[in-house]
């Protein structure tokens, strides 16, 4: 133990009075001679909080913008594929009206036709008052005509019976 108390208070004087555990002096003498090459480890600077704190910040910041960037860009191509459905949509609905209105054209365009070649009001009653007076101008005939041949088998019967009358006698 004394002999370890006086290891402990040499190493605190002098870092090279520590004994080896070398028992020959030989040995002694060549770990003495040989020197130990001594090895500079640069000593890291530690990131301070500051300088941390601006690279944890960029980085957060990078990170997140580039996740935004990749929703926006996401929600751009969403919202350009509804506008290009709704412009496709909108372009047969156009098709459709357009049909639609050249057919509702051709419609007007025959009832122009049929308008231009149909009579009027005025015409159809002008029309039916000729049609009155030719059928009461047929009818006067044919009262005229009924009359007429009314007479003739008049006079017929006439003649029929002094014919007969005649021949009997």
Not at 50 to 61: K, N, S, T
Not at 73 to 90: G, H, I, M, P, T
Not at 134 to 142: A, I, P, Q
Request: proline share 2%.
């Amino acid at each position: 133990m004394a002999s370890l108390a006086r290891l402990g208070s040499l190493a605190q004087r002098s870092p090279r009075c520590i004994r080896s555990f070398a028992t020959s002096g030989a040995l002694r003498a060549e770990v003495q001679a040989v020197p130990t090459p001594v090895t500079v480890v640069a000593q890291k600077k530690p990131v301070g909080g500051f300088r941390g704190g601006i690279v944890g910040f960029l980085f957060g910041f990078s990170l997140a913008s580039s996740l935004a960037a990749y929703h926006l860009l996401e929600e751009y191509q969403r919202a350009s594929a509804a506008l290009q459905a709704s412009v496709d949509e909108l372009k047969i609905s156009t098709e459709k009206v357009s049909s639609h209105v050249r057919r509702i054209e051709a419609v007007e365009k025959d009832l122009q036709a049929l308008n231009n070649s149909s009579a009027s009001k005025e015409d159809i009653s002008k029309v039916r008052a000729e049609v009155k007076k030719l059928y009461d101008g047929l009818h006067v005939e044919f009262l005229d005509l009924r009359s007429y041949v009314w007479g003739i088998q008049q006079d017929l019967h006439k003649l029929s019976k002094k014919d007969s009358t005649t021949v009997r006698v």
